[in-house]
């Protein structure tokens, strides 16, 4: 009531005060409408960027399960290869001997041990060899005992060659 005394006072009418304050509440709505488009079209292009990102890691999923797909191939073909040229091999070695079950170093002599020509155990189990073998006195390579210094094979034998040798 006090305001549209006013408002006459000062020249107003009551509709002019209404009016005015309409004015400006729809320039307020106005500001927050566009405030809200603006935040609204960001999130937007936030949305429209994670899809891009999104899309462009399920492409490269894509590629390495095809390239994964493509590698598994070609093991398997590999595979298959290995297969066939080991059984080429084993029927072109079948009437061939294995010259290495001839003379197996770990075989105990009438005497003993031929390492250390000592009785009560073969070779692979002699404790000299182990300890000649720890010192580096003397290296194994896949039965055979080979003089660590000059590369020379570890005679056999009842001989003064071989362990008292490297002693």
């Known amino acids: 009531m006090a305001e549209t005394i006013a408002g006459h006072l000062r020249g107003n009418s009551c509709d002019q005060a209404v009016v005015t304050r309409s004015d400006t509440t729809q320039v307020q ?3 927050m409408l566009h405030e ?43 595979q298959i290869e290995m297969k066939k040229l080991l059984e080429t091999l084993a029927q072109q070695q079948s009437g061939v001997s294995n010259p290495q ?23 692979m189990n002699c404790p000299h060899r182990e300890e000649h073998l720890n010192q580096k006195k003397i290296k194994l390579l896949g039965h055979k ?9 570890v005679p056999r034998g009842n001989s003064e060659k071989s362990c008292k040798q490297i002693v």
């Open 101 to 123: 079950t001839k003379h197996a170093t770990y075989k105990m002599t009438s005497d003993g041990c031929w390492y250390c020509e000592e009785q009560g155990h073969f070779t």
């Open 29 to 31: 709505t106005g500001r």
């Open 36 to 78: 809200h488009k603006h935040t609204i079209k960001m999130e937007s292009d936030e949305l429209d960027e994670l899809r891009n990102i999104t899309a462009n890691f399920a492409d490269q999923v894509k590629i390495e399960q095809k390239q994964n797909t493509e590698f598994r191939n070609i093991v398997q073909n590999m």
């Open 145 to 153: 005992l080979y003089f660590a210094h000059n590369n020379t094979a």
